[in-house]
């Protein structure tokens, strides 16, 4: 992966960058910053997280692991305890729930773990440990042809460093 | 070490906190968020005492437990017809405890309060070493340790299943699912901190191991994305578990007939109770945290203040719910209802009923005044004070009930041993030991959610009033 990794000081200098490189479409953009911050959120407009179907589906499995180990241990020793029917559904919910958040938050943190592409043993190319302090940063993956041009889109938007990486 | 910036001097009346500009007016830029927390991790005497006193204490409540392995279950406390004493009493303790730490990493984050952010973190480690310490009472309680994974459903020659109508089978489920999710909760909110302490940090070794608990992360807007996302989701699968783990608690007492305990208000007062208790353990932790980490400028009396409403609020509640208790037996016309609520405050244990009603109704609304809420001594004494009275809340459920149950031939006395008491100061111990533990290995505060409240730096700072 080759490109171009502008390195800014400020968080509108930032989102103009991405705004232009986005008209201009030079490449795939990432952008890094310490923290969450909805202006990038804005001028990146990403698309939606799928990290919930995962959470859909993990709480759905859960909750039917639940109710169907309650239920099918209870078929199997048919044991009246306290009077209740063999399989009653009361007291069951509250094992399918609890599995239900079980499995859901495990399959949510999956879900995360695999569209962040985590874990990585590197930090791979592209990234400056200043993006975890107080800058922030723009990498446009582009071919020789195109990141002249890149790096003159950043500098003019008021990149601090900007730098070829490979 | 780097110097950390000088709190802002505070009045006695300040703001609520409700916007994120008069959070941390101390607090500059990002990089000043760094060096502060970082400032955090330098070992100190204080620290190594506080460690060593921690130790002590728990190894005094390991050597009762091999004791009582050696010895047997009859080495506690217990005589008929009270087979339920302190290690249940301060199993519902510690449960309770970690409440108020997922209330406010999960709750308070849905409902985007602005508190939240500064004593988030101390309050989820809380969250997650008070629910270990739990976990292990009933495990001690059981007599036979090793035994304890029969309570877990899995396939096994002896055919045998766990009885899925018990409340205690519920608990292992709650407290398990609790266990594991605030565990993982705390961790995927550490993630972006390890980044900034791989990043920072110069020593080799130390450098390896927060690369490796980091997994790599970038802080690139990908996965920004779907961590924001995640942690949406884990805020609003926790939110009703937290509910639900001290209603489950509550039901091991409200599904008995025994008089006190059979009562449907049980599952709102135990969760008013636990969250209660675990504010005031909050205090507990902060309080000192912030001042021998000087911190004054993050955890800002504004901050405490937000906090002891919450603990007047629930105070409130919890003593309502213990009147409401009364009013219960009265117009239950259940003699021995009544018979027990009148021996609850007047009969045998009448002390430990007025320790809980002076320490968790009476001395709470103190808070009524601005003054003492931003009193950080006085928070801190009344948060002694509270867990003293919340753990003699368990004790006024737990024992009076079981002494004192419907014929007189099962009337009996209840005297804690030695072995009871040494568990008790070992469960401090223990519970002690990991959060020291903890605060120097790991950020104390969300290094990363505080950034996301001070104002990042602007070229143009005509609308954003930023920082040059």
């Known amino acids: 992966m080759q490109g171009v990794l502008g390195v800014f000081h400020h968080l509108d200098s930032t989102v103009s960058a991405i705004e232009e490189l986005k008209k201009k479409k030079l490449g795939d953009v990432t952008v890094y910053s310490p923290t969450i911050r909805h202006e990038l959120d804005d001028a990146i407009a990403g698309p939606n997280s799928v990290v919930r179907r995962y959470t859909l589906i993990g709480g759905l499995l859960g909750v039917s692991f639940g109710y169907w180990i309650a239920i099918w241990s209870s078929d199997y020793w048919p044991l009246v305890t306290g009077g209740k029917a063999i399989a009653s559904w009361i007291p069951y919910t509250i094992i399918g729930f609890e599995v239900m958040v079980l499995v859901g938050c495990l399959a949510t943190v999956a879900g995360m773990f695999i569209n962040s592409r985590i874990p990585r043993l590197t930090t791979t190319v592209g990234y400056d440990d200043r993006f975890s302090a107080g800058h922030f940063g723009v990498f446009i993956e582009c071919d020789a042809n195109k990141a002249s041009q890149a790096e003159d889109l950043l500098r003019h938007a008021g990149a601090e460093e900007v730098r070829r990486e490979a | ?468």
């Open chain 2, 1 to 468: 070490m780097a110097s950390v910036a000088h709190p802002v001097r505070e009045g006695i009346r300040g703001p609520n906190i409700a916007s994120a500009d008069v959070q941390l007016p101390a607090v500059r830029d990002y990089e000043q968020v760094d060096r502060d927390i970082i400032a955090t991790l330098g070992f100190t005497k204080k620290w190594f005492i506080g460690l060593a006193l921690a130790i002590v204490a728990m190894l005094c409540g390991a050597s009762a437990w091999i004791y009582q392995i050696y010895w047997g279950l009859g080495q506690a406390g217990y005589e008929p017809p009270v087979m339920w004493g302190n290690y249940i009493i301060t199993f519902v303790f510690w449960v309770g405890i970690g409440h108020a730490g997922t209330l406010i990493s999960a709750i308070l984050y849905l409902f985007r309060a602005g508190f939240r952010t500064s004593i988030y973190r101390a309050a989820e480690a809380m969250t997650v070493f008070a629910v270990m310490t739990a976990g292990l009472f009933p495990i001690i309680h059981i007599g036979r340790p090793w035994k304890f994974f029969w309570l877990i459903p899995y396939p096994n020659w002896r055919l045998l299943w766990p009885n899925f109508k018990s409340p205690l089978v519920w608990d292992v489920f709650a407290i398990s699912t609790y266990l594991t999710i605030s565990t993982t909760f705390l961790f995927i909110g550490l993630i972006p901190d390890f980044a900034v302490l791989r990043d920072k940090e110069t020593n080799p070794t130390r450098k390896r191991i927060y690369s490796i608990l980091s997994l790599g992360w970038r802080n690139s807007d990908r996965e920004w994305r779907h961590f924001a996302k995640a942690y949406l989701f884990l805020a609003a699968f926790s939110t009703p578990l937290v509910l639900s783990v001290h209603s489950v608690v509550s039901f091991d007492f409200a599904m008995g007939l025994t008089p006190g305990w059979h009562a449907s208000i049980f599952p709102p007062y135990f969760v008013a109770g636990a969250i209660f208790s675990g504010f005031a353990m909050v205090w507990t932790i902060t309080i000192p945290m912030r001042k021998w980490f000087r911190l004054e400028h993050y955890i800002t009396l504004n901050h405490l203040d937000a906090t002891a409403k919450v603990v007047l609020f629930t105070s409130m509640v919890v003593g309502c719910a213990y009147l409401i208790e009364f009013f219960i037996a009265w117009y239950s016309s259940v003699r021995p209802e009544q018979e027990f609520f009148w021996n609850r405050v007047f009969g045998q244990w009448w002390w430990a009923a007025w320790i809980m009603l002076l320490c968790n109704m009476a001395l709470p609304m103190s808070l009524w005044s601005q003054k003492l809420r931003r009193n950080p001594t006085w928070l801190f004494v009344l948060s002694l004070f509270i867990n003293l009275g919340m753990w003699f809340e368990r004790f006024v459920i737990v024992v009076p009930s079981l002494s004192h149950e419907f014929e007189p031939w099962q009337w009996g006395g209840y005297t804690p041993s030695w072995i009871d008491m040494a568990f008790l100061v070992g469960s401090f111990g223990w519970f002690f030991m990991w959060f020291l533990l903890f605060v120097k290995q790991m950020p104390v505060m969300a290094i990363m959610e505080l950034k996301e409240i001070v104002t990042p730096r602007f070229k143009n700072t005509h609308g954003h009033g930023g920082h040059h």
